[in-house]
């Protein structure tokens, strides 16, 4: 099989001839710290390193490094991606120094630091900290979704692609709706409104779910014909379970989350990539049922995310993309013996019957060494065929 046929035969529920494997993105790609030496160590070149996502510092790799790994996914990435930052210039606002987003969320870190020394931004300026009422959010100068810009050119680099190669190929995150409150509010304050004023986190939500709706048509109207899959980000989960009850998320997130998934689906014929850190576990059959074909990153580390139970409870309903190697322990400081048999285990559970697409656990952090990180893609390799 070529790529495209083996990504799209395992989420099909189906064997391919080996398991699919993933390095790119937004949730499956590499620091840039990590990559540099990556580079160092393989002795390839890259003069003209791209971040995938700036305020992540992921960047993507090269067609030599894909190469080299066995990749099988390529993505159609907008200007700017999820998180639009066109000009990646950082600024200092009060003690901070980053980038603004689409939003007004101010993605930042210790302005006093070295920009050698910072390794992310997070989002530490919260336009809506101070919102108190419905009309505050119904008011505020919201983005449009339709804007063109980001898609410029797209459209004919997608179709090259999908004629001149065999790859599967993928969007970053063209939604985020529950999620993108945290960015707002701030993530203590919009937990808080999920009880104590939850029509104003609902009239966010439906705000969000309008630019993102108006986004993703924009953008799948454009390349959707040669798209396998569509990511969208949630992340509503923690490493010990859920970050809300379960009877909240069915109330308010998830009929709002579905009208998204809906609409990707009316539009074009590919799968939906759903992504969650944490002990999503509970989540999967609703996630199901919303429409969402694949999770992303698969946490193993966390509570209930043990890889052979994920697959006996939720296997026939659902693809799982990443799970290859602890990423918090296993991937930065065990040994590359230690990650192949780790790797090795994780197959064992996830690779029968297809619906597994192997990637890192998220992103590959800045302190991982280059030869952990061709361990765990070798494993891949060696332990892939069906």
């Known amino acids: 099989m070529n790529s495209r046929e083996r990504v799209n035969v395992t989420l099909n529920h189906k064997e391919p001839d080996k398991v699919p494997i993933d390095l790119g993105g937004n949730q499956s790609s590499i620091h840039i710290i990590a990559y540099k030496k990556l580079l160092e160590y393989l002795e390839i070149e890259d003069d003209n390193i791209q971040y995938a996502d700036f305020v992540q510092q992921i960047v993507r790799p090269c067609d030599q490094v894909l190469e080299r790994f066995g990749i099988d996914i390529r993505y159609v990435q907008p200007l700017g991606g ?11 606002e009060q003690k901070y120094i980053g980038v603004y987003d689409q939003f007004g969320v101010f993605w930042g870190n210790d302005a006093k630091k070295n920009m050698t020394d910072i390794l992310y931004y997070d989002p530490v300026i919260h336009p809506f900290a ?41 969007t970053p995150p063209v939604g985020c709706v529950y999620e993108y409150c945290t960015f707002l509010f701030g993530f203590t304050k919009t937990l808080k409104y999920l009880i104590k004023k939850p029509e104003i986190l609902i009239s966010t939500m439906e705000e969000l779910l309008k630019y993102w709706t108006d986004y993703a048509t924009t953008f799948l109207t454009e390349v959707g014909e040669c798209l396998d899959v569509v990511s969208i980000n949630g992340d509503i989960a923690e490493q010990a379970g859920p970050i809300m009850s379960l009877q909240l ?22 799968k939906i990539n759903y992504h969650s850190c944490g002990a999503i576990s509970q989540f999967i ?36 993309w990443g799970g290859l190697c602890n990423s918090q ?39 991982v060494p280059p030869q952990n990180i061709v361990a765990m893609f070798d494993a891949a390799n060696e332990f892939g065929n069906y």
């Open 82 to 92: 999820m998180i639009n930052v066109q000009d990646m210039k950082p600024e200092v």
């Open 130 to 170: 101070d919102f108190t009422t419905i009309k505050e959010v119904k008011d505020y100068n919201w983005p449009d979704g339709q804007d063109r810009t980001p898609f410029k050119g797209l459209k004919d680099y997608a179709k090259k692609l999908r004629k001149d190669t065999e790859f599967a190929f993928s």
């Open 249 to 270: 998320y069915e109330k308010m997130i998830k009929p709002i989350e579905r009208k998204l998934s809906q609409k990707i689906h009316d539009i074009v014929d590919a």
């Open 285 to 320: 059959p609703h996630f199901a049922e919303i429409g969402y074909d694949v999770i992303n990153p698969v946490q193993i580390s966390a509570y209930d995310m043990e890889p052979c139970s994920l697959k006996k409870r939720f296997g026939s309903i659902m693809s799982f």
């Open 329 to 367: 322990k296993t991937l930065p400081f065990g040994t590359p013996e230690q990650i192949r048999e780790e790797v090795r285990r994780n197959f064992e559970c996830l690779k029968p019957g297809g619906g597994f697409i192997a990637s890192n656990i998220h992103n590959i952090t800045a302190e």
